[in-house]
């Protein structure tokens, strides 16, 4: 079954990041961070699925609104993630058509995702789907430092 994204999902959530692509991110502020975007629904909108035997949830996905000077507005996917033990059944391709929907409602005309170079399995996934590679592009960044 695939519902919204509730607080209390908060611990799954970490650890699908975390074993699942890789983001070893503290518990605590994953929780903060998923009640910051909990807050703002108009911008983020982020489902998961919870298998109907056990209720407990095996993946989700992480779109935000993007808006740009240069582009209609579209959904930028942040996570699709499912548990490994759940893979190939899919959830993967639940999720996504589910955000495609959402999209769809909101007359959003495109959906756009970065996937790192190594995972070609997503790539293979993403294909499958419907979705092309349109751009090749190096990720820029650079830490802060906040006295």
Known sequence: MIRNLVLTDSVVIQKLN???????????????????LLSDPKHHFILVFEDENTHQVVGYVHAQLYEETYSDTLFNILALAVNNSFQHKGIGKKLMLAIEEKAKELNITAIRLNSGEERTA???????????????????????IIP
């Open 18 to 36: 975390h074993e699942e692509l890789g983001y070893d991110y503290p518990i605590n502020k994953t929780n903060t961070n998923i009640k910051k």
């Open 122 to 144: 997503a790539y293979r996934f993403y294909e499958k789907i419907g979705y092309t590679c349109n751009k090749k592009q190096k990720r820029f960044s650079k830490q802060l």
